[in-house]
């Protein structure tokens, strides 16, 4: 356990510094002129990159942004002088965390419904129709296909009953108007929930299948045990734990920022947004947040994933 | 508008108080895709958040707040006048109007206005040296902003006046004196860029609050009483809120929807068609002074010949630039430095299409199998014209290359002359209204500073000779002629390609009525009503 | 096999019309496709209009004609888009193709020697994956791509300018590394404990024999069976990357370049963006049928 952290605190100072490499690299980063203004004096330049300790060496730059950013916890933008970098990600985090949490629920809901109609009746059109979905699922550019659902829903469609109750694009917050803001992240749940229910149904179709096939279930059959009982019973639990462990690394990077694409094309300001708009800026301090905060999901991800998995499978542990 | 315009003085005034009891009230809400940076006045440099200090702050002049060429007047604002400056146009002797008040409802006095020119060199505001470099004591401040004195600046609070002693005459004196970063804050506003923290000011409106990363309100302020309609108009909406982040795309279809009032940003020209036909009514087009051009290196090859520099202004093809910006409405063909409507302005084109001319003179110069990149920023527009720039520069014997950075960088990056930009698309909007904001703004060999992001004379250019004709031609009320020959020297010197100069386009929201555009602040938010 | 057969039909058609783009253009669209037509005129139309409607704001491209010239209609610079679609799935194929190549490689070495030297090697070579994988891929991506667009990348006498194709596959190629070379290093951990290759050990077989003969023929297999699905990935991170401008840089074009492009004009002319957009979605899906259906016949001779 105690490897394990220090492994994961590891990565995660290892992708820091890289972030921090990588900026430094970029040419056109020095942020000074672009906080001073416009045609400003090499005396108000100067003073700038002093208060922003950009005149000191690397190393100790890099330690200031660390301790700024964890300990004292006041990190400003470099863009938007004064704007506090830790309340604007939690700020963008609920939006994440919303359309994240909502397309899972719709993908798992619909994986399920596709894996158990698949498996039951494998080999019939309907699971050859589910297997397609799956691949089209992948295949697909999220941000065309939100590009094109936006294309329908607020213009070509929009006067039309079926999308008149489309809002305009942007989020509402959950406890302002729980309505609206289901209403507003509908059609970005669907969007995002169509890259993964395939893949789900298909990896619950396999594994329900294969449990079939394992002398227990047939054991339970043989027994007169009813049908539905032996799927939720002991086929479904089975086949849990290869969900799991993909559902954990799934949402673990969605919710650290992996819905960027699907939030830029809906114009939700969540993680993905705030990272995407702080990279085209080169603002620095709010990048690093962003990406660790990211990084930091995957690794309690994987953590989680094997904790569970080793809980649902005895043969783990 | 015209009505109003039309109107005589004593109707006008009764006319706005009956519009006032009909119309006020409400929430304007405004629309950007980003927030502007600080939100302190004497800092911030952006047109999008000087059009909201025209609101919350005052100077101690102020420009006319009407529509049309009436804007660019200076009036009196917390100053009662315009003072005639005297001994030889060194000392400015302003008197204080009585009972103002800031926002947290401390009186206003002449100390509040000695610590805010103090103010603008303790926080190092970007103009402090360029505008204001002219006041007594200025140097210093320059070098040592912490304990700046700036004994150029008196207070005498028995008597409210305020004395400003400059160092050498300065031309436009006043009309810097109108902007935002000479606006007058209580002298308790700390000697640090305030952030996102707002600072009280005597506006009709208050800044509530700031998040860059959400939205700016504006709410009325409480302590406001209107003391000159034409310096600071009470404002019809109660509140304006101004919210960021949605993409262009989205901040039209909420317009059209009439979930939103107005938008910072320019339509995307795929919008350009609907807006035009089916919503005339709220689209306000008007020329700003204002160019997109491409800056020569005239100190890297191949641009330091001057004929490379004339084939590239022959060989663009205007009128499809134009084009790729979204149409003749929208943008005028140009080649000179100076736009339409400023003091000097005479139009000039020695730059007609001639594609064969323009190969000629490369051919002359040998330098065509030169390798030529186009720093461009990653807006569509800039795209657009990158990428036809290719074909331009392709036939006129280069290898063309574009690089593009992205809007933020683009801007400081190719200033610097440590960058190697050879050529650069960019766009230059005018301060306030002046020849000198362009000749010399962009052209003059103060603007150049090698080694440093902040150089706008991204070109190089500099002719010493001229800039004292440009600064003699700027005193002289009757220069007018003089600046129109510099134009058009510096025109045939070529230092750029001066392609169009656009118009600013603004949707409203059907609701908003009452729509006014100003000179130097744009549209008057809170001089038009929602309800 | 029916449907591995099917999506190799699939893609060999896309790549053979891809290949064909010069003819087309050059026989069929008879336009540059890599030159703004702002002022030219096809049918007896101008390519570009400027709208005449109400304020007459904004310039309307020719849509599609469905005859020989804009077939599909022009984009903003009045470019044929037909023609370039062409052009562009060559640059998008050509990318994605080079980027699974450079990641397969890179991946079999890393995963290889990490698994089968094992000690400080494998320590440090597992960290690095680890990290990468930490490393959301499209932030990554994203990251790299800024930094190398905005300046030239020089590798020793190589140099790389921003509007090289080299810089996208070098980008593409990296990202995905640990998704291959974590389940190669596990995959050479398992056999080098297995009875056969310790027996070659005891036998006195060098380790760049076993490597050869007993280690890399097991695992080539998958590695085939990753392919497919790598170089999907690579197509839709390419487009990604190319529609947030910072992928494939003008005056190259790539499929994700287009669908750029097509987002300018969707509410006008929205053929342009879901042209494109179609074309990667069926290039990805075709090769996900065929990596699906080597997987499954992978599994049936197990």
Same mark, same amino acid.
């Given at each position: 356990?105690?490897?394990?952290?220090?492994?994961?605190?590891?990565?995660?100072?290892?992708?820091?510094?890289?972030?921090?490499?990588?900026?430094? %690299?970029?040419?056109?980063?020095?942020?000074? @002129?672009?906080?001073?203004?416009?045609?400003?004096?090499?005396?108000?330049?100067?003073?700038?990159?002093?208060?922003?300790?950009? *005149?000191?060496?690397?190393?100790?730059?890099?330690?200031?942004?660390?301790?700024?950013?964890?300990?004292?916890?006041?990190?400003?933008?470099?863009?938007?002088?004064?704007?506090?970098?830790?309340?604007?990600?939690?700020?963008?985090?609920?939006?994440?965390?919303?359309?994240?949490?909502?397309?899972?629920?719709?993908?798992?809901?619909?994986?399920?419904?596709?894996?158990?109609?698949?498996?039951?009746?494998?080999?019939?059109?309907?699971?050859?129709?589910?297997?397609?979905?799956?691949?089209?699922?992948?295949?697909?550019?999220?941000?065309?296909?939100?590009?094109?659902?936006?294309?329908?829903?607020?213009?070509?469609?929009?006067?039309?009953?079926?999308?008149?109750?489309?809002?305009?694009?942007?989020?509402?917050?959950?406890?302002?108007?729980?309505?609206?803001?289901?209403?507003?992240?509908?059609?970005?749940?669907?969007?995002?929930?169509?890259?993964?229910?395939?893949?789900?149904?298909?990896?619950?179709?396999?594994?329900?299948?294969?449990?079939?096939?394992?002398?227990?279930?047939?054991?339970?059959?043989?027994?007169?045990?009813?049908?539905?009982?032996?799927?939720?019973?002991?086929?479904?639990?089975?086949?849990?734990?290869?969900?799991?462990?993909?559902?954990?690394?799934?949402?673990?990077?969605?919710?650290?920022?992996?819905?960027?694409?699907?939030?830029?094309?809906?114009?939700?300001?969540?993680?993905?947004?705030?990272?995407?708009?702080?990279?085209?800026?080169?603002?620095?301090?709010?990048?690093?947040?962003?990406?660790?905060?990211?990084?930091?999901?995957?690794?309690?991800?994987?953590? @989680?994933?094997?904790?569970?998995?080793?809980?649902?499978?005895?043969?783990?542990? | 508008?015209?009505?109003?315009?039309?109107?005589?003085?004593?109707?006008?005034?009764?006319?706005? %108080?009956?519009?006032?009891?009909?119309?006020?009230?409400?929430?304007?809400?405004?629309?950007?895709?980003?927030?502007?940076?600080?939100?302190?006045?004497?800092?911030?440099?952006?047109?999008?958040?000087?059009?909201?200090?025209?609101?919350?702050?005052?100077?101690?002049?102020?420009?006319?707040?009407?529509?049309?060429?009436?804007?660019?007047?200076?009036?009196?604002?917390?100053?009662?006048?315009?003072?005639?400056?005297?001994?030889?146009?060194?000392?400015?002797?302003?008197?204080?109007?009585?009972?103002?008040?800031?926002?947290?409802?401390?009186?206003?006095?002449?100390?509040?206005?000695?610590?805010?020119?103090?103010?603008?060199?303790?926080?190092?505001?970007?103009?402090?040296?360029?505008?204001?470099?002219?006041?007594?004591?200025?140097?210093?401040?320059?070098?040592?902003?912490?304990?700046?004195?700036?004994?150029?600046?008196?207070?005498?609070?028995?008597?409210?006046?305020?004395?400003?002693?400059?160092?050498?005459?300065?031309?436009?004196?006043?009309?810097?004196?109108?902007?935002?970063?000479?606006?007058?804050?209580?002298?308790?506003?700390?000697? @640090?860029? %305030?952030?996102?923290?707002?600072?009280?000011?005597?506006?009709?409106?208050?800044?509530?609050?700031?998040?860059?990363?959400?939205?700016?309100?504006?709410?009325?302020?409480?302590?406001?009483?209107?003391?000159?309609? *034409?310096?600071?108009? *009470?404002?019809?909406?109660?509140?304006?809120?101004?919210?960021?982040?949605?993409?262009?795309?989205?901040?039209?279809?909420?317009?059209?929807?009439?979930?939103?009032?107005?938008?910072?940003?320019?339509?995307? %020209? *795929?919008?350009?068609?609907?807006?035009?036909?089916?919503?005339?009514?709220?689209?306000?087009?008007?020329?700003?002074?204002?160019?997109?051009?491409?800056?020569?290196?005239?100190?890297?090859?191949?641009?330091?010949?001057?004929?490379?520099?004339?084939?590239?202004? /022959?060989?663009?093809?205007?009128?499809?630039?134009?084009?790729?910006?979204?149409?003749?409405?929208?943008?005028?063909?140009?080649?000179?430095?100076?736009?339409?409507?400023?003091?000097?302005?005479?139009?000039?084109?020695?730059?007609?299409?001639?594609?064969?001319?323009?190969?000629?003179?490369?051919?002359?110069?040998?330098?065509?199998?030169?390798?030529?990149?186009?720093?461009?920023?990653?807006?569509?527009?800039?795209?657009?014209?990158?990428?036809?720039?290719?074909?331009?520069?392709?036939?006129?014997?280069?290898?063309?290359?574009?690089?593009?950075?992205?809007?933020?960088?683009?801007?400081?990056?190719?200033?610097?002359?440590?960058?190697?930009?050879?050529?650069?698309?960019?766009?230059?909007?005018?301060?306030?209204?002046?020849?000198?904001?362009?000749?010399?703004?962009?052209?003059?060999?103060?603007?150049?500073?090698?080694?440093?992001?902040?150089?706008?004379?991204?070109?190089?250019?500099?002719?010493?000779?001229?800039?004292?004709?440009?600064?003699?031609?700027?005193?002289?009320?009757?220069?007018?002629?003089?600046?129109?020959?510099?134009?058009?020297?510096?025109?045939?010197?070529?230092?750029?390609?001066?392609?169009?100069?656009?118009?600013?386009?603004?949707?409203?929201?059907?609701?908003?009525?009452?729509?006014?555009?100003?000179?130097?602040?744009?549209?008057?938010?809170?001089?038009?009503?929602?309800? | 096999?029916?449907?591995?057969?099917?999506?190799?039909?699939?893609?060999?058609?896309?790549?053979?019309?891809?290949?064909?783009?010069?003819?087309?253009?050059?026989?069929?669209?008879?336009?540059?496709?890599?030159?703004?037509?702002?002022?030219?005129?096809?049918?007896?139309?101008?390519?570009?209009?400027?709208?005449? @409607?109400?304020?007459?704001?904004?310039?309307?491209?020719?849509?599609?004609?469905?005859?020989?010239?804009?077939?599909?209609?022009?984009?903003?610079?009045?470019?044929?888009?037909?023609?370039?679609?062409?052009?562009?799935?060559?640059?998008?194929?050509?990318?994605?193709?080079?980027?699974?190549?450079?990641?397969?490689?890179?991946?079999?070495?890393?995963?290889?020697?990490?698994?089968?030297?094992?000690?400080?090697?494998?320590?440090?070579?597992?960290? /690095?994956?680890?990290?990468?994988?930490?490393?959301?891929?499209?932030?990554?991506?994203?990251?790299?791509?800024?930094?190398?667009?905005?300046?030239?990348?020089?590798?020793?006498?190589?140099?790389?300018?921003?509007?090289?194709?080299?810089?996208?596959?070098?980008?593409?190629?990296?990202?995905?590394?640990?998704?291959?070379?974590?389940?190669?290093?596990?995959?050479?951990?398992?056999?080098?404990?297995?009875?056969?290759?310790?027996?070659?050990?005891?036998?006195?077989?060098?380790?760049?024999?076993?490597?050869?003969?007993?280690?890399?023929?097991?695992?080539?297999?998958?590695?085939?069976?990753?392919?497919?699905?790598?170089?999907?990935?690579?197509? /839709?991170?390419?487009?990604?990357?190319?529609?947030?401008?910072?992928?494939?840089?003008?005056?190259?074009?790539?499929?994700?370049?287009?669908?750029?492009?097509?987002?300018?004009?969707?509410?006008?002319?929205?053929?342009?963006?879901?042209?494109?957009?179609?074309?990667?979605?069926?290039?990805?899906?075709?090769?996900?049928?065929?990596?699906?259906?080597?997987?499954?016949?992978?599994?049936?001779?197990?």
């Amino acid at each position: 356990m105690i490897t394990r952290l220090l492994r994961s605190l590891l990565v995660m100072f290892g992708i820091s510094v890289l972030v921090f490499l990588i900026f430094f %690299a970029t040419p056109g980063a020095d942020p000074a @002129a672009r906080l001073a203004g416009r045609g400003a004096s090499a005396e108000a330049l100067a003073a700038v990159r002093h208060e922003y300790g950009l *005149d000191r060496s690397l190393p100790v730059q890099y330690g200031l942004l660390m301790h700024r950013l964890f300990i004292a916890g006041d990190l400003t933008s470099q863009v938007n002088r004064g704007q506090r970098v830790v309340p604007a990600v939690l700020r963008a985090a609920p939006v994440t965390l919303s359309l994240a949490a909502g397309a899972a629920v719709v993908w798992l809901l619909a994986g399920l419904a596709i894996g158990l109609v698949a498996a039951a009746r494998e080999g019939s059109v309907w699971d050859r129709a589910v297997t397609a979905l799956g691949l089209v699922g992948i295949s697909i550019p999220v941000f065309w296909l939100g590009e094109v659902v936006n294309l329908l829903t607020q213009s070509r469609l929009h006067d039309t009953w079926a999308f008149r109750w489309v809002p305009p694009l942007g989020y509402v917050p959950l406890f302002q108007d729980p309505a609206g803001w289901a209403r507003g992240l509908l059609l970005p749940w669907l969007t995002l929930a169509l890259l993964y229910a395939g893949v789900y149904g298909r990896v619950l179709r396999s594994s329900l299948i294969e449990a079939y096939r394992q002398d227990y279930i047939r054991t339970a059959r043989a027994k007169g045990i009813s049908e539905s009982r032996v799927v939720l019973r002991h086929a479904l639990r089975n086949a849990l734990v290869v969900v799991v462990a993909l559902f954990g690394l799934d949402i673990g990077a969605l919710i650290g920022g992996g819905t960027l694409l699907t939030e830029v094309v809906f114009g939700l300001r969540g993680i993905g947004k705030l990272t995407y708009d702080a990279l085209q800026n080169l603002d620095l301090p709010v990048v690093m947040a962003t990406v660790l905060y990211a990084s930091f999901f995957v690794v309690l991800a994987n953590a @989680a994933v094997d904790a569970v998995q080793a809980a649902l499978d005895p043969r783990q542990r | 508008m015209l009505a109003l315009l039309a109107a005589a003085p004593a109707s006008a005034e009764e006319d706005r %108080a009956a519009l006032m009891r009909a119309h006020r009230g409400g929430t304007m809400r405004l629309l950007a895709h980003s927030a502007a940076g600080t939100i302190d006045p004497q800092v911030n440099y952006t047109a999008q958040f000087w059009q909201m200090f025209s609101m919350a702050y005052d100077g101690l002049l102020a420009f006319r707040k009407v529509p049309g060429p009436g804007g660019n007047e200076i009036v009196g604002d917390l100053a009662e006048a315009v003072p005639a400056p005297t001994d030889g146009g060194l000392i400015w002797l302003f008197r204080l109007r009585p009972g103002i008040r800031f926002s947290n409802g401390a009186p206003v006095r002449p100390a509040d206005v000695a610590a805010s020119f103090r103010r603008l060199f303790r926080v190092s505001s970007p103009t402090a040296d360029s505008f204001y470099g002219a006041i007594q004591g200025a140097g210093a401040c320059l070098r040592a902003p912490a304990g700046c004195a700036l004994e150029g600046v008196t207070a005498d609070d028995a008597a409210g006046t305020v004395t400003i002693r400059l160092s050498r005459p300065d031309p436009e004196f006043a009309k810097k004196l109108a902007l935002p970063h000479a606006s007058v804050l209580p002298d308790t506003a700390p000697d @640090a860029d %305030a952030g996102t923290v707002p600072l009280p000011g005597t506006g009709a409106y208050r800044i509530d609050h700031y998040d860059p990363g959400d939205s700016l309100r504006l709410v009325r302020n409480p302590h406001f009483r209107e003391w000159s309609v *034409d310096a600071q108009p *009470d404002g019809f909406p109660d509140a304006i809120d101004y919210d960021f982040g949605l993409e262009e795309e989205a901040e039209i279809t909420a317009i059209q929807n009439g979930q939103a009032d107005w938008t910072f940003d320019a339509p995307p %020209a *795929d919008r350009l068609a609907e807006l035009g036909a089916r919503y005339a009514d709220q689209v306000h087009l008007n020329p700003a002074y204002a160019m997109w051009f491409l800056p020569l290196n005239t100190r890297l090859p191949p641009f330091d010949d001057v004929r490379v520099r004339r084939a590239l202004n /022959l060989a663009v093809d205007r009128r499809a630039v134009v084009k790729l910006f979204g149409g003749a409405r929208l943008a005028t063909e140009a080649c000179q430095v100076l736009p339409p409507g400023l003091p000097g302005y005479q139009p000039y084109c020695p730059y007609p299409l001639d594609l064969p001319r323009a190969q000629r003179l490369v051919a002359e110069s040998g330098t065509a199998g030169q390798t030529v990149t186009l720093v461009i920023d990653g807006s569509p527009v800039a795209r657009a014209i990158g990428t036809y720039m290719l074909d331009v520069l392709r036939d006129l014997g280069f290898v063309p290359r574009l690089r593009s950075l992205s809007s933020n960088v683009q801007f400081t990056y190719i200033q610097n002359t440590n960058n190697q930009v050879q050529a650069s698309l960019t766009t230059w909007y005018a301060d306030y209204a002046s020849a000198g904001n362009f000749l010399g703004g962009i052209f003059g060999c103060s603007a150049f500073r090698p080694g440093s992001d902040a150089s706008p004379n991204i070109s190089g250019f500099c002719d010493p000779a001229l800039d004292v004709r440009l600064q003699a031609a700027l005193a002289d009320p009757q220069g007018g002629a003089e600046l129109a020959a510099i134009d058009r020297i510096v025109t045939d010197q070529a230092p750029a390609v001066v392609l169009f100069n656009p118009s600013y386009i603004d949707v409203v929201s059907a609701r908003v009525g009452h729509v006014g555009y100003h000179e130097q602040f744009r549209w008057l938010v809170g001089q038009s009503w929602v309800q | 096999m029916g449907a591995m057969r099917a999506g190799v039909a699939v893609l060999a058609v896309i790549v053979l019309a891809c290949l064909l783009a010069p003819l087309y253009a050059s026989q069929v669209s008879e336009t540059d496709p890599f030159r703004s037509n702002v002022n030219g005129t096809a049918f007896g139309q101008e390519v570009l209009a400027e709208n005449t @409607a109400g304020l007459g704001l904004g310039v309307t491209p020719i849509g599609p004609t469905w005859r020989g010239a804009y077939l599909l209609g022009a984009d903003t610079q009045g470019r044929d888009v037909a023609a370039r679609l062409l052009y562009g799935g060559r640059t998008s194929l050509l990318i994605a193709g080079c980027a699974t190549a450079l990641c397969l490689v890179l991946a079999v070495v890393l995963g290889v020697l990490s698994g089968f030297v094992g000690g400080t090697v494998d320590t440090v070579l597992a960290g /690095l994956l680890d990290l990468l994988w930490a490393f959301p891929v499209y932030l990554l991506a994203i990251s790299l791509s800024i930094v190398l667009i905005s300046q030239d990348l020089r590798l020793g006498p190589l140099r790389l300018t921003a509007d090289s194709l080299a810089l996208p596959m070098l980008i593409l190629g990296i990202v995905y590394v640990p998704y291959v070379a974590r389940p190669i290093r596990a995959q050479v951990l398992a056999l080098r404990r297995a009875e056969f290759i310790e027996a070659a050990h005891a036998t006195g077989g060098t380790p760049l024999h076993i490597l050869r003969r007993h280690v890399l023929p097991q695992i080539w297999p998958g590695l085939i069976g990753f392919a497919p699905v790598v170089m999907a990935m690579a197509l /839709l991170t390419e487009a990604a990357l190319s529609v947030l401008s910072i992928g494939v840089q003008a005056p190259q074009a790539s499929w994700g370049t287009l669908i750029a492009d097509g987002q300018a004009l969707i509410y006008t002319r929205p053929t342009v963006a879901v042209a494109p957009g179609l074309a990667v979605l069926l290039t990805v899906l075709a090769l996900n049928v065929v990596g699906e259906a080597w997987r499954a016949s992978l599994e049936t001779r197990r």
